[in-house]
């Protein structure tokens, strides 16, 4: 148990998700004399964003070609592969098709495919016979096959983070909510339900929670966390063996998300999901989930009002395939039409933490801000558990940067 009194290291990490695990772990290699803490909230490691995905191992597929998202998505893949052999955490690289059902589908298909040429991916053409003989159980008129993609469960790979975080001498407090932070010319504090913290320096990795992090102390930022509740279903258990890949719609470039995909998981069953719905509650992991704080405040922010008015007609789709199975069935069986009502059973939904910016527009890569002695991940979306150890590696070059700047 904290103790109702200060304590002091050289950097606290805010939030005990896979991004800010991986920072703390890599600190601690680079600096074995520096005292590091990670604080969570929750009783446990990865309990919001890292542990409600699908486990994908990501390739690097849809990224623009210079972006952060391109460059740490390829350089994540290979850094997790070999953090789970090195721990004998299982994963497989089962690979991913994106399967194109029309013709128009196929013209986006092309244009994924000069993408992962520019991206320097591994990637190959299927025709509609050879989508066939890999994937039985699939239909389109072609597809793009992605051999590098892989799952995992990331809930085992932050496990093992806390676990040599800690082998290293750090340090992760669970249950501890930060409530308040201030800094000075030479410190930052950070004051929690059990206790405060005096770090020289500060990392905040909240997720969900980043944009009020950021306004504890006082920093100008131009954008608000508007959640997305992604909802998952599991195919029952005689479908385990439905798809020998990863099954993945073209996604239309317009629009934000992927779609509904099938994916195979590390545990050997299957999901179907995840839709993108208008959430109403930061952590609202339920079906029905209403928050007056969070609602309020995304409802004052006019960048919200926008993106409405961008997204509306797919916004009430989305809304319309949650409350309605057989509208989210038919996004499945355009690709894969043995799938039936009956076999898409309950399974644990999402929270997507979208950074949305006071114009409307959606941040698609990564969005970082700090003050003299913090730095904040305000916008770490897909593919960010991929992504971890770059990102880490990234955020303590940027710390360094900054630390010899003061």
Known sequence: MLQKSTMTHDIVIIGAGIVGLSTAWQLLQKYPH??????????????????????VIHAGVYY??????????????AATKAFCQAHSIPFEECGKLLVATNELELQRMNALYERCQTNDLEVHRLTQLELK???????GKGALWVPSTGIVSYQRICDKLAELVMALGGEVHLATKVTGLSEDAASVSIQTDRGGFQASYLISCGGLM???????????????????????????????????????????????????????????????????????????????????????????????????????????????????KRGYLQEVKKYCPTVQLSDLEPYPAGIRAQAVMKDGKLVHDFLFAHSART?????????????????GKYIIHKLEQQLSEN
Request: charged share 20%; proline share 7%; with cysteine.
């Open 34 to 55: 520096k005292k590091v803490a990670v604080l969570e909230k929750e009783e446990r490691v990865a309990a919001h964003q890292t542990s409600h995905n699908s486990g």
């Open 64 to 77: 623009a070609p210079g972006s952060l998202k391109a460059q740490f998505c390829k350089e994540g893949a």
């Open 133 to 139: 003989q890999r994937e039985p159980n699939v239909i």
């Open 210 to 324: 980043a944009d009020r992090l950021t306004k504890m102390l006082g920093i100008e930022t131009d954008f608000q966390i508007v959640p997305f509740r992604g909802e998952y279903y599991h195919l029952s258990p005689h479908h385990n063996q439905i798809v020998n890949h990863l099954i993945y719609p073209i996604p239309d470039p317009d629009l934000p998300f992927l779609g509904v995909h099938l994916t195979r998981m590390i545990d050997g069953t299957v999901t179907v999901g995840p839709n993108a719905v208008q959430g109403w509650k930061r952590e609202g992991y339920g079906k029905i989930n209403v928050s007056l704080k969070d609602t309020a405040a995304m409802l004052s922010f006019p960048g919200y009002w926008h993106l409405i008015k961008d997204y509306w007609k797919i916004g009430l789709k989305e809304t319309y395939n949650s409350w309605y």
């Open 375 to 391: 730095l904040h991940v305000c916008n770490a979306p897909s593919p960010a558990a991929t992504s971890a150890f770059p990102i």
